[in-house]
């Protein structure tokens, strides 16, 4: 075996037991893709006003990762199967957004901002 991988396999026993080491962590209720981050922090919309909502309308929303942000609806449609979807704007910055999709138990979406996309959910 060379030196580099002895040194690889080493880094790899070593991270292995760091992570047995470490202490469980409480998961989210939210599994997604892998592809996709996981929710650490659930996001908590108002349902009733949401699903109320026309194009146009704006209110504040408070959003895991991305904080205190104004919500603009841009596009409401509902499908078929009863169930809304939603398009909207965060703040002022021409590429954040934020997509939501009605689901039987809650939200689930992605927002993008600054540059970053990551998935929400919602139960309820």
Known sequence: ??????????????????????????????????????????????MARLLQARVGESWAVNLPRV???????????TGRDGLKSWHARLGDAVGDRIY????????????RVGGQVFAVAQRG
């Open 67 to 77: 904080g205190h942000k104004r919500l603009t609806l841009e596009t409401v449609i």
């Open 100 to 111: 939501l999709r009605q689901t039987k138990r809650g939200l689930h979406g992605g927002v």
């Open 1 to 46: 075996m060379s030196v580099r991988q002895l040194c690889l396999l080493s880094a790899a026993l070593i991270a292995a037991g760091a992570c047995a080491a470490a202490p469980a962590k409480p998961m989210a209720e939210v599994v997604l893709p892998a592809q996709e981050v996981r929710i650490e922090q659930a996001m908590q919309l108002d």
